[in-house]
């Protein structure tokens, strides 16, 4: 069974720093497309970095270009998110997920975490 489980996030003035984490557990980890996903109130959900299997190819939504780094550390089977320079319109909750149909793209992931909440304020 694939668990997600996100930690890392909470509250920072702008120009702070984050890291979020992702533990994964219950599939081969690194055959997966990862990716964090936010969602702020009365917002759609945005995709903000990828990383595809073997992690190579890292993809980052204009939004965060820059700002954020997504990682993993395989040994731990963990996902990262580093969000640097924060800015008030990053705050959401911000979700960690995994897929394994191969298209890394696509913003239908199969598989979510819980979600952790990030609060910039100004």
């Known amino acids: 069974q694939v668990q997600l489980v996100e930690s890392g996030g909470g509250s920072v003035q702008a120009g702070g720093s984050l890291r979020l984490s992702c533990a994964a557990q219950?599939?081969?980890?690194?055959?997966?497309?990862m990716a964090w996903f936010r969602q702020a109130p009365g917002r759609g959900r945005e995709r903000v970095a990828t990383i595809y299997p073997g992690g190579s190819t890292t993809l980052y939504a204009d939004s965060v270009k820059g700002r954020f780094t997504i990682s993993q550390d395989n040994a731990k089977n963990t996902l990262y998110l580093q969000m640097n320079s924060l800015k008030p319109e990053d705050t959401a909750m911000y979700y960690c997920a995994t897929d394994g149909r191969g298209f890394c793209q696509r913003m239908d992931y199969n598989y979510w975490g819980q979600g952790t909440q990030v609060t910039v304020s100004s």
């Open positions: 219950g599939y081969t980890y690194s055959r997966y497309c």
